[in-house]
């Protein structure tokens, strides 16, 4: 039981990653493009839980929930960075030279 723990625990920084990432995807209209990777990625999930079933038992959802981010992290993170850095730079472009970027109250 503790391992199911530990699963679910050290999967939560793909939730990070997969909030921020549909998030962008959001603000950049590409709605059918997290639609697909929701789809594919909850595909994996069931592959993965039928495929260990049979050996691991119950375990088996939480070894598929670790796989499941561990790829999440792998394939959505380097483009989630190049996207924030590209919002960042176009921060910085955008306040000009000299200008501080915290807001004065």
Not at 50 to 77: C, K, M, N, Q, T
Request: net charge positive; proline share 3%.
């Amino acid at each position: 039981m503790a391992m199911i723990y530990n699963a679910f625990g050290n999967s939560q920084s793909s939730s990070a990653i997969t909030a921020f990432y549909s998030s962008f995807a959001w603000l950049d209209r590409r709605v059918w493009k997290l639609t697909v990777r929701e789809f594919v990625s909850a595909a994996v999930y069931f592959i993965l839980i039928f495929v260990f079933i049979g050996h691991f038992g119950i375990l088996s959802i939480g070894i598929a929930s670790v796989i499941d981010s561990a790829l999440r992290g792998v394939l959505f993170l380097p483009p989630l960075v190049k996207r924030y850095k590209r919002v960042a730079a176009d921060d910085v472009l955008a306040s000009g030279p000299g200008q501080s970027q915290v807001a004065e109250t």
